[in-house]
């Protein structure tokens, strides 16, 4: 293998309850699902059996307004510890209050439950609530903006999840800080911040890194530490979930239109995990290429 390095991991980010604001982490345990306890939580549509997601801000315009986070750092082989979840008005809930769904449901002003993503896999204080979900993949909404350069416009589509799982297309999401320079230079008016890309990990790229750098990992191994191994299986692309406000940034539809016009919508890149382990805030990363064949004659 060839290898190459390609910086270091500045930032770590976990999502408990799918399309709400998460947390940033200092460090955090990678499983074959990705980040320990991301996207373990998603919220169910009751009338629809869809879930809920920022990818469709028609219908659920105030989830970037709430907040996830776990009680408690979750372990590998334990229960997943109770969410709590901060409402737009400062308000706290856990996972394990008894009132929950009325109080999301009422506050979303649609009748909601949150479900895990997998309960026999995933245990947790929810566990006990039977999902009413069938077997079969988690459906949810995308509405795409009247915009050139997306493979649909001024309307909503139905997809499909990866199985068990409240994941778009992968379990985790790379992106660098050469991609955000990169956008930051093509749009200098935008805001192109971490917080609109939802990563899980974020690294830091040399000094020396020009543009969407992590669009060559593609194909690659991509090694986090002494322990952690992904395998970079395709570009991030990206919805009108990047435009939406959120805290102090401004709805903004010129970043999704910069992002489609310079990189064919993509932001970032999406990985399997290889090999599992604990992720931290400074940890060296190294791409390592596959050595082509030699060619037979």
């Known amino acids: 293998m060839e290898q190459q390095q390609a910086g270091s991991v500045v ?60 009680v408690d750092p979750p372990r590998p082989g334990a229960q997943l510890p109770e969410v709590r979840i901060t409402l737009p008005d400062g308000a706290v809930l ?12 009422r506050v979303l002003q649609r009748e909601v439950t949150l479900e895990k993503a997998d309960p026999g896999r995933q245990p947790g204080p929810r566990s006990r609530v ?34 068990h799982t409240f994941f778009d297309l992968a379990v985790v999401h790379v992106l660098t800080t050469a991609t955000l320079d990169r956008l930051r230079e093509l749009y200098p008016q935008g805001r192109f911040e971490v917080r609109r890309f939802r990563p899980n990990i974020v690294v830091r790229a040399p000094d020396d890194a020009n543009g969407f750098v992590e669009n060559d990992w593609i194909g690659s191994t991509v090694r986090i530490g002494d322990d952690v191994r992904l395998s970079v299986t395709g570009p991030c692309p990206r919805c009108v979930m990047t435009t939406l406000p959120q805290g102090d940034l401004p709805k903004d539809s010129g970043i999704l239109r910069t992002a489609a016009r310079h990189n064919q919508t993509n932001v970032g890149v999406y990985a399997t995990v290889v090999r599992g382990g604990e ?13 082509a064949a030699p060619l037979q004659v």
């Open 94 to 105: 856990t996972s394990s209050q008894a009132d929950l769904d009325q109080t999301l449901s």
């Open 11 to 70: 930032g770590i980010w976990r999502y408990p309850v799918k399309s709400m604001m998460g947390e940033e982490l200092n460090a955090s345990q990678v499983t074959e699902r990705g980040l320990l306890g991301d996207r373990a939580y998603g919220l169910m549509d009751r009338s629809t059996g869809k879930v809920a997601s920022a990818k469709n801000p028609r219908k659920w315009p105030r989830l970037f307004d709430f907040r996830a986070a776990y």
């Open 279 to 291: 992720v931290r805030r400074g940890a060296a990363i190294t791409v390592e290429e596959p050595v």
């Open 130 to 163: 039977p999902t009413p979900r069938a077997p079969e993949p988690a459906r949810a909404e995308e509405y795409w903006p009247d915009m050139e350069g997306l493979d649909y416009r001024d309307t909503v589509t139905d997809f499909d999840m990866p199985e």
